[in-house]
C-alpha cells in the first residue's frame, strides 16, 4: 500500500544542475520556438487528476482549461464555442459574417445552449418534397427532421416529419420529387411542442411522457428555435469543467476588426451576451486598435478586451496602457500564415510568448500564446514560457464542431477546408473581410497573409478536447507542477530546467527509423 507521507521527505536534488532557467534560455538573442526546447523531468509525487489547468485569460475572466479557439471562419463559430466552453476552454466566434447581427446570433446560440437542444436543425421548407427528407437522411443519417415556413431556424413551424413517417416513404428517389412534405408530415397543430423559455427540465419531461423522438422548441410567435432529441439526451453527460458566467450560461468569445463599421458589431455581439471581445490585428500596434479599445472600454466597461496582435514588450505596453484585460501573442507563427514572407515581420513564437509574457504578468495581464500549436505538448510547453493560455486554430479544424462541411480530398482522404483570414479565399468570401485588405480605402490591390488549405478529418472535440487536457496534465505531471501557478512560480525561479536541441535531438524526439507506423493518440 502507498502511503504519500512515507515519501514527505523526498524530492530532487536541485543542485545538480543539468539544464538551463528558461532566463538562461532566452538571454540567446535568437528567435527561439517551441520544436527548439525540451522541458527537463521533474518530481512526481501526485496523481494526474489533481493537476488543476485553472486560468485567466484576462484581467477578470476565468477558465478551467488553457484552451481557445481561433476566431476563423473554419473554426469557430457557436458549435466549436459550445464545445470549447463545455471542457473548460473558450471559443472567440469570428468576424467574416456577411452582416454583424450573423455573428451576435452565433453568440446568442452559445449563451442559449441547453444539453440535448440542436440548435441548428436540418429544416424542410413549405415547398419541400419527400425527396428533400430522403437526401437529409442519406447525407446526415437523420430519419426526420422540422419544416418550416422557409426552411431555416427562426421561422414559422408548419409540421414535423417523425422518424414514423418517414419509415412508410419508398426509397423510389426520382418518384419522391413529386410527393410534397405536407403529405408525410404531422401539422404544427397535433405536434407537441416545447417552449423556448420553458426549463430543460419541462421539455424533457414531456419527450419522456409522450415518448417522442423529438419536441420542437419553439417561441411565443411559433418561430422553430431549436430541436430537443431523444438520442442527445441519452448522451447527455455532465461537464464538470464547464465554463459558465454568473448566470450559468456557456462563456463564449467574438473577434472584431478594427474598421469605425465594427463598432456597430460590438454593441451587437455585447447584446448578444458575449463575454469577451478580442480586436482582431496581425499588428495590434496601431491607431486603429487603439480606438476600437477605447471605444468598448468607455461603451462597455463590463466586456473584457483581449487586443493584439503583439509580439514585443513595448506593444504590449501601448495597450496595457490603453486597458487590455489581455494579450494575444503571435505575429507569423500559424499554420497558415504567411506573414512573415510577406510582411517582413513577425517574431519567433517561443521567444514572444516569453518576452511579453515577462513584461504583461508582472502586470497582472494574462497572455494568450495565438498561433503554432501543433500538438498537445506545445501547449505545455506556451504554458511553461509564460502563456495563461493557448489559441488554436488548425490544431480544431477539421474537427466535427468545426464549420464547413467535409469531402473528399486526394489519395481519398476526408478532409475540411482551413484556411488564414487573411487568405485571399476569406478575403473573396464576403465584402465585410474585404475591405480590411485593401490598404487604403481606394486601393484595391491585396495582399494575402495566409493561405486556403484542407486537414485530414480529427473527429469530434468530444473526443479531441478531452485528449489535449488530459495530455497537458501528464505533461505537467512530469515537470513536477500541479497548477499553472506552480508551473510560473517554478519555472521563475529556475526550479523547472529546459535544454535546447539540436536539429537532430529534434528528429530523434520524434517519430524514426521505422518501416512503417500508425499513428492513433486517443
Ligand atoms: N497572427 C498573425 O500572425 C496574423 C497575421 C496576418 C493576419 N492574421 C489574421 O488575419 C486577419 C486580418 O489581419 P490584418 O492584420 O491584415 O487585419 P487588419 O484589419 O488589422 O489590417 C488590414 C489593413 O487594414 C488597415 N486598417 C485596419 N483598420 C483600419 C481603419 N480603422 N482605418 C483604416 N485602415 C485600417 C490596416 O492598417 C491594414 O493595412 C485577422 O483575422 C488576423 O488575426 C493574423
Ligand atoms: O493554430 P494555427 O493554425 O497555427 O494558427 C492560427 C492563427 O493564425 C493566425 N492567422 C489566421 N489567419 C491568418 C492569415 O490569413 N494570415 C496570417 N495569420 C493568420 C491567427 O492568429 C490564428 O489564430
Ligand atoms: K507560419
Known amino acids: 500500500m502507498v502511503r504519500p507521507e512515507d515519501f514527505n521527505s523526498l524530492e530532487l536534488d536541485n543542485s545538480l544542475t543539468d539544464g538551463e532557467t528558461v532566463h538562461e534560455m532566452m538571454a540567446h538573442k535568437a528567435g527561439l520556438t517551441y520544436n527548439d526546447f525540451n522541458i527537463l523531468p521533474g518530481f512526481i509525487n501526485f496523481g494526474v487528476h489533481d493537476v488543476s489547468l485553472e486560468t485567466n485569460i484576462t484581467k477578470d475572466l476565468k477558465i478551467k482549461a488553457p484552451l481557445v479557439s481561433s476566431p476563423m471562419d473554419t473554426v469557430t463559430e457557436s458549435g466549436m464555442a459550445i464545445v470549447m466552453a463545455l471542457y473548460g476552454g473558450i471559443g472567440i466566434i469570428h468576424g467574416n459574417f456577411p ?3 450573423d455573428q451576435a446570433a452565433e453568440v446568442l446560440k452559445v449563451k442559449r445552449f441547453k444539453q440535448g437542444y440542436v440548435m441548428q436543425p436540418h429544416c424542410l421548407s413549405r415547398d419541400s418534397t419527400a425527396f428533400d427528407m430522403i437526401q437529409i437522411k442519406k447525407k446526415y443519417g437523420y430519419t426526420g427532421a422540422p419544416v418550416t415556413e422557409d426552411g431555416r431556424v427562426g421561422s414559422k413551424l408548419i409540421g414535423m416529419v417523425t422518424s414514423r413517417d418517414f419509415d412508410f416513404i419508398t426509397m423510389d428517389v426520382a418518384g419522391q420529387k413529386g410527393t410534397p412534405i405536407s403529405d408525410i408530415m404531422v401539422s404544427v397543430d397535433q405536434l407537441h411542442l416545447g417552449h423556448i423559455n420553458d426549463a430543460p427540465e419541462l421539455s424533457q419531461k414531456k419527450l419522456k411522457e409522450h415518448r417522442l423522438g423529438k419536441l420542437p422548441i419553439v417561441n411565443d410567435n411559433g418561430e422553430l428555435c431549436a430541436l430537443l432529441c431523444r438520442s442527445d439526451l441519452l ?28 463598432q456597430y458589431t460590438v454593441d451587437r455581439v455585447v447584446e448578444a451576451g458575449v463575454d469577451v471581445l478580442i480586436i482582431d490585428s496581425s499588428n495590434g500596434s496601431s491607431t486603429y486598435q487603439i480606438s476600437m479599445l477605447r471605444y468598448i472600454k468607455e461603451k462597455h466597461p463590463h466586456v473584457q478586451v483581449i487586443a493584439g496582435n503583439v509580439v514585443t514588450r513595448a506593444q504590449a505596453k501601448l495597450l496595457i496602457d490603453q486597458g487590455a484585460d489581455g494579450l494575444r501573442i503571435g505575429m507569423g507563427s500559424g499554420s497558415i500564415c504567411i506573414t512573415q514572407d510577406v510582411m517582413a515581420v513577425g517574431r519567433a513564437q517561443g521567444t514572444a510568448v516569453y518576452d511579453v509574457a515577462r513584461y504583461a504578468n508582472q502586470r497582472g495581464i494574462p497572455i494568450v500564446a495565438d498561433g503554432g500549436i501543433r500538438d498537445v505538448g506545445y501547449i505545455t510547453k506556451a504554458i511553461s514560457l509564460g502563456a495563461s493560455a493557448v489559441m488554436m486554430g488548425g490544431l480544431l479544424a477539421a474537427t466535427t464542431e468545426a464549420p464547413g462541411e467535409y469531402f473528399w480530398g486526394p489519395g481519398g482522404v476526408r478532409v475540411k477546408k482551413y484556411r488564414g483570414m487573411g487568405s485571399l479565399d476569406a478575403m473573396e468570401a464576403h465584402a465585410s473581410s474585404q475591405d480590411r485588405y485593401f490598404t487604403a480605402e481606394s486601393d484595391q490591390i491585396k495582399v494575402a497573409q495566409g493561405v486556403s488549405a484542407t486537414m485530414k478529418d480529427r473527429g469530434s472535440c ?14 505537467m505531471q512530469d515537470i513536477g507542477v500541479r ?24 528528429l530523434e524526439g520524434g517519430v524514426h527509423s521505422l518501416h512503417s507506423f500508425e499513428k492513433r493518440l486517443y
Do not use: W
Not at 468530444?462 to 505533461?475: A, D, E
Open 99 to 101: 452582416k454583424p447581427e
Open 483 to 506: 497548477s499553472l501557478r506552480d508551473f510560473r512560480e517554478k519555472v521563475d525561479n529556475g526550479i523547472v530546467k529546459f535544454e535546447r536541441r539540436s536539429t537532430n535531438a529534434q
Open 235 to 262: 448522451k447527455a453527460r455532465d461537464y464538470p469543467m464547464a465554463s459558465y458566467d454568473s448566470k450559468g450560461q456557456l462563456l463564449c468569445g467574438a473577434a472584431v476588426n478594427t474598421r469605425g463599421e465594427s
Open 462 to 475: 468530444h473526443k479531441f478536447i478531452p485528449y489535449l487536457i488530459r495530455g497537458v496534465q501528464h505533461g
